[in-house]
């Protein structure tokens, strides 16, 4: 394993520090002013626009996406360093970017099991940054974390699917740029493979029966900046047959597949996270003084910093390992990996924003600093893609199923 940056990444890397230096930092005070003075907190700040076509005008766009005719065609050992500059900045940089969840996993799906139309339809304006999107897959009422308990009824009716469910968390759907939903529900409800029984349909935003109730707060957040978590119902929504994806009874496959791919790059954006507490919390430490010492000089708050630097060098090597698995043997020769880094880097990450926010006191929590959301966004990914315990369960039977 050779985790040295080859040159295109460095060459990235240059670029991708300066355009966060010289344009995503400044941003941040500027996104969150012209917010409030918009119509709607979800429509999306006049300095996002501005630097998506700062982005694009640099080349630092879709380096998500492996696929070369759509995307930057890097590895996942390529983006991961990539991906933890970004993470950085995660309510900015990642859309700035055009790698933001969830459309980054919806770009995915299309690009893999789409159609034709379908990518010259929903694919290509989302790869060019004009729409956003949503994917629906957890629900209120069942256990989402064992997603064979969907209860959404996608029923075939002639040459129509018609949707019936409800959905919440549905990240990105409160953004009034969201044309479109990838929606998970069963066509087989009654098939012997349970693994069988759900299909993922397109569903267009303004399609009759399609409602967007509310937005679902996230430790009190309403994540303006990624478009919202929002309940949806679907109230017998129509659409074309043709606006399945992939085949009837592959939705859990294809849901296995988007979802791989988007641990990682949630660990990789974490790792970022990290690097911006730590970095913080120097600061903090260097310039702030109690009982006769600067907080750089307490003893506590060393070892508090120590400790951060070794667990992100910890977790950034077990990320690139992650990937670079995933380029040479694929996602299924990873899973191991795949889940031990989405188990280990969101609860890691937790720890040290904690320790961050503690030595900032109240101004951790506060809005002067941006421990507080980022807190809440790491501590929401030891839920999102699978709890951490589902991983916990999943990594167990695979290293007990040796010795039985």
Known sequence: MDFAFDARTEELRARLLAFMDEHVYPAEAVAEEQRAALASPWDTPAVVEELKA?????????????DAEHGAGLTNL?????????????HLAPTATNCAAPDTGNMEVLAQFGTDEQKKRWLEP??????RSAFA???PEVASSDATNITTHI???????VITGRKWYISGAMNPDCAIFIVMGKTDPDGSDIRRQQSMVLVP???PGVTVRRAMQVFGYEDHSHGGHAEVVFDHARVPVSHLVGEEGGGFA????????GRIHHCMRLIGMAERAIELMCRRAVSRTAFGKTLAQQGVVQNWIADARVTVEQLRLLVLKTAWLMDTVGNKGAHTEIQAIKI?????VVGILDRAIQLHGAGGVSQDFPLAELYASARTLMLADGPDEVHQRSLARRELKKYL
């Open 254 to 261: 294809i849901a296995q597949a988007r979802l791989g791919p």
């Open 137 to 139: 897959m957890t629900e």
């Open 126 to 131: 989302l790869l060019a940054g004009e729409i």
């Open 344 to 348: 280990a880097t969101p609860r890691a």
């Open 205 to 207: 935003r303004d399609t």
């Open 155 to 161: 029923e075939r009716d002639g040459d129509e699917y």
């Open 78 to 90: 390529q983006y991961a360093p990539l991906a933890e500059i970004t993470g950085r900045s995660p």
């Open 54 to 66: 700062e982005a694009r005008r640099q080349g630092l766009w879709n380096l998500f996406l492996p």
